[in-house]
């Protein structure tokens, strides 16, 4: 049996929800192989094959690939795909862009954000918003999945040997012409990757009070956080937003600013080890999840917090 | 052109959700229904392209139990001309929904498909890539903004980063996230006219399309509970309890 995990790069590095799709794929059993489409991706090639666990990396260095473009990948990924039992992705925007493509490609109904591993063919994974865990198992030939980047702990991007094979195929369908993209910048840990998050919601009042949860952010190497509401009403970008339709994050601590803790927002980020709820409001339903819970003004306690830590 | 929008019925999103004690799903006795509300976002776009006379029709169009009528009417009072039902009691996987669509979009031929990018109750985020995949078209997700033009669609997307811009050929398939526009209200007088707008009902087997599930539901249980936590007097205590009882900082 041999599984197939397509990695999610930036050129240079395989990024960190790629090491928790391999974990899954150890969960499964079998020969991992990792796939790195890309354009002048030889770097990112290189550090792949040092991941602990994989046997080989295959690297496809192509125009067609470049920008993850879903119409190219999905048609490399399918002619790939039937030398083997399992397709894996991490839940990223790029992996849900393009494997629904391929499982249908390939006739198979994708699992999507796994969150567990029962046997190869039967799975767990969160519905509605988190609130229930189903139990699935798939009758399809291929078992096209998509890994929770929080669900399973990464392996080691060190000590690997995989050997590499490159590929040739090129798959350029000419229907999506990518334009730009506006990255947004930041010297802070990445949300998903994060051990410690400072979140911000309706209660920061504007962008500018942002910079409140920076301070403490900066003196715990935090990353900074929103719920919708925030993003919505502009106070910040929304790459930072938590939740069912954000990102999903479990930290060691997570600390809810302002924050009422509506299902959408919990769904996001209820798996962290401890969290932290700082809001006027003590019927806010953050606290009922909150392990623990300071009812005060958010500009008096989080200025305070910065400065006794 | 003419534009083909699918709407969801599901769970409406302030519901919280109970798992039957039997874990066979979850209760939905009794429990108040309403469009996907990124199916509502679809929706909205597909009318404001209508209003701005890039789209001559809006066609919306929901796979499922009789009962999804409810929702066609919902988009049709909102301003989509007519509705298309493909009627069935199986339960519905992305693929199957997928493949129904198809057999829809071979019928009425639209140059745009927009759906939302997921719908609350599965969460799968899978429809809209699979019907741009069965189609052969190209595909563009999670978007918050979409400018139509001549033969293509400029797009931005929604990406891990930040945003990202893509110009795709049409006929293309579109997924809306959150940001795309604010969905406006039904009024009275459109909700009223929206019963006489005309909805064609079709079954799978009319459209031969197999719809029979791939992925088998063994069980379904609430998520483990976390226990109640304590609530603090002060920032000191806070930080005191963080740093020496829970030691996270």
Request: glycine share 8%; charged share 25%.
């Amino acid at each position: 049996m041999s599984i197939l995990v397509v990695a999610e790069h930036d050129n240079t590095s395989i990024k960190a929800p790629t090491l928790v799709a391999v974990a899954a794929a150890q969960a499964i059993g079998g020969d991992i192989e990792l796939l790195v489409a890309g354009k002048e991706c030889g770097d990112a090639v290189k550090a792949a094959t040092q991941i602990e666990g994989v046997s080989k990396v295959l690297s496809a260095d192509d125009e067609a690939y470049n920008h993850s473009t879903a119409e190219n990948i999905a048609g490399l990924v399918v002619e790939l795909g039937e030398n083997y039992s399992h397709i894996l992705s991490p839940t990223t925007t790029s992996g849900k862009n393009f494997m629904p493509r391929v499982a249908a490609l390939l006739d198979v109904q994708q699992i999507s954000d796994i969150s567990g591993v029962i046997t190869e063919d039967t799975f767990e994974r969160p519905i509605y918003a988190g609130n229930a865990i189903a139990t699935v198992q798939s009758s399809d030939a291929t078992k096209v999945l998509t890994v929770r980047g929080t669900a399973f702990d990464a392996v080691s991007d060190q000590g690997g040997d995989a050997e590499i094979e490159v590929l040739t195929a090129k798959h350029d369908t000419g229907l999506t012409v990518w334009n730009n993209e506006e990255i947004v910048k930041q010297d802070r840990p990445e949300l998903t990757a994060a051990s410690v998050i400072i979140s911000g919601g309706r209660g920061m009042q504007n962008g500018e009070n942002f910079t409140l949860l920076e301070g403490v952010a900066d003196k715990l190497g935090a990353a900074v956080g929103a719920s919708r509401a925030a993003v919505d009403a502009g106070f910040v970008p929304n790459d930072m937003q938590v939740g069912q339709t954000g990102k999903i994050v479990a930290p060691d601590l997570y600390i809810a600013v302002g924050i009422s803790g509506a299902i959408q927002h919990l769904a996001g980020m209820k798996d962290s080890k401890v969290i932290v709820a700082i809001n006027k409001d003590e019927d806010a339903p953050i606290f009922q999840v909150a392990d623990f819970g300071l009812v005060d003004d958010l500009f008096k306690a989080v200025p305070a917090m910065d400065e006794m830590l | 052109m003419k534009i083909l929008v699918a709407a969801k019925r599901v769970v409406d999103y302030n519901v919280n959700i109970r798992v039957l004690s039997d874990n066979t799903g979850v209760d939905l006795n009794n429990v108040k229904m309403s469009v996907n509300p990124f199916d509502e976002i679809a929706i909205e776009e597909a009318v404001r392209l209508k209003e701005a006379g890039i789209a001559e029709e809006v066609v919306v169009v929901s796979v499922g139990a009789s009962n999804c009528q409810e929702q066609i009417r919902t988009a049709l009072a909102l301003g989509a001309d007519r509705g298309v039902l493909v009627e069935t009691d199986e339960e519905m996987q992305p693929l199957a929904i997928a493949k129904v669509l198809k057999a829809v979009v071979e019928k009425e031929q639209p140059q745009l498909i927009i759906l939302g990018k997921q719908a609350i109750d599965g969460d799968n985020s899978q429809t809209g890539q699979m019907l741009a995949a069965l189609c052969g078209f190209s595909q563009a997700t999670f978007a918050s903004e979409i400018e139509v033009k001549e033969g293509s669609a400029v797009v931005t997307r929604e990406v891990d980063g930040g945003l990202e811009t893509i110009t795709v050929k049409l006929p293309a398939v579109v997924t809306t996230d959150l940001r795309l526009n604010e969905p406006r209200y039904a009024s009275l007088p459109n909700i009223m006219k929206a019963k006489k707008k005309p909805i064609d009902t079709y079954s799978p087997d009319e459209l031969e399309v197999d719809v029979t599930p791939r992925v088998k539901t063994l069980k379904v249980v609430p998520p483990s509970e976390r226990e109640a936590g304590i609530v603090v007097e002060t920032v000191e205590e806070l930080v005191d309890k963080l740093k020496n009882e829970a030691k996270v900082i």
